[in-house]
């Protein structure tokens, strides 16, 4: 009886000693949103993209003119050339698209490129900023639902966020 009671003090004693860990979380979804870094990502794209519409729709203007001078002037060809002259326009048409998909595919991976490095870097931080200031776990809340609740006190979006944007430095000046 006094054994039990002596093990039963001691580990009272000895869970009463353990150290308190140290938990937070941040909304991914937040985090990542707000960092000025995927900010300054997405309006460069957007002037990129804005740029690519505008060279394919003047390009595609110019083909439409011709394709319209091609119906006005199909009444006076030869039937020969007219069919010529129809088979180029068709393979004029295939190869700009094709151009069109290739352009819009390149820039879609260079955006997803820029993303990956965008969420690299942000888990990166959290990882430093857990380690730095003793934290045992950051989890990340998300849709899906990892954290389904969490006290306000152990929300570190906003903390995260602050020093993730106080960190950042564009145009390559880190």
Known sequence: MK??????????????????QKIGFIDNGD??????????IENSFKVTKEAFE??????????QVEVKAFQLAQSKMSQKKAQEKYNELGQKNQQLTQQ????????????????DSVISKVNDFVEDYGKENGYTFIF?????GSVMY???A???????????NADYKPDGKE
Do not use: H, P
């Open 31 to 40: 985090v990542i949103n707000d960092y000025q870094m995927k900010i300054d």
């Open 100 to 115: 069109f998909q290739i352009e819009q595919q390149v820039m879609k991976q260079a955006f997803a490129k820029e993303m």
């Open 154 to 164: 152990s929300d570190l979006t906003k903390t995260i966020t602050e020093a993730l």
């Open 54 to 63: 505008k060279r394919m729709d003047s390009i595609d203007r110019n083909f």
């Open 140 to 144: 990340g809340k998300n849709e899906a």
């Open 3 to 20: 054994n039990i009671f002596r093990l039963l003090v001691i580990a009272i004693l000895f869970s009463s000693c353990q150290q308190q």
């Open 150 to 152: 969490g006290q306000e």
